[in-house]
């Protein structure tokens, strides 16, 4: 049995998100918005819209331009970190979920995610540390990313989907993504997998050096 959680990054958007907290309560779905803080500002009803509706709100960083593992101007990492949770603030779950930005066009797991300053900012702060493990590039292709997503999917055990509440297009296949995934056995679940978690509620859980610059030296 193939268990798939999802998780919308880079929102929320007015027209997209909507769309999408829609979809996923037709089909009694809780995922996890991981959020822009920039975009919180005058969009905060979307997101007290998801928390309310049972999903999990997420910091994605401030305003996501630079990976924080490519950051070497000291106090960037935290700001970012720090000012999107600010305005995050009551929506944010008591694990208090973070995910970093890829940077690598295609989600790559590697040291761009953090540098040290960010590291040390998610331990101070409580925070979860969440990755992922697909990614099917719905903003490059938003009319082709079905398929592949299955894929990727029905690869894992466990798959930590990560998809996009932006106006591509992409997510007017949402419903029919769930859709195929459910007649192939797909159970989704909002809780993410261990092996996606490197860091939980400040304490380092796995493996944390593919994610940081030069390995945190």
Not at 67 to 94: K, T, V
């Amino acid at each position: 049995m193939t268990i798939i959680t999802t998780s919308f990054d880079n929102g929320p958007d007015p027209d997209v998100t909507p769309l999408v907290l829609d979809t996923l309560r037709a089909h009694d779905i809780k995922s996890t918005f991981f959020i822009l803080g920039e975009r919180l500002r005058d969009r905060r009803k979307l997101a007290e819209r998801a928390h309310a509706e049972g999903h999990w709100i997420g910091n994605h960083t401030y305003n996501h331009i630079v990976p924080l593992g490519l950051s070497a101007e000291p106090g960037m990492a935290a700001s970012e970190i720090d000012r999107a949770q600010d305005l995050i603030g009551d929506l944010a779950h008591e694990r208090r979920f973070f995910r970093p930005f890829g940077g690598g066009g295609g989600g790559q797991l590697d040291q761009r995610l953090l540098n040290l300053e960010a590291l040390q900012r998610l331990q101070a702060g409580g925070y979860t540390c969440v990755l992922w493990n697909v990614v099917p590039e719905d903003w490059a292709y938003p009319q082709g990313w079905l398929d592949k997503a299955l894929k990727l999917c029905f690869a894992q055990e466990h798959a930590l989907l990560v998809l996009h509440d932006l106006p591509t297009g992409a997510m007017s296949g949402l419903d029919r993504f769930i859709g195929m995934a459910k007649d192939r056995g797909a159970v989704f679940q909002q809780e993410f997998p261990d092996s996606c978690i490197p860091v939980e509620r400040g304490r380092i859980t796995g493996a944390v050096e593919p994610y940081l610059a030069n390995g945190g030296v």
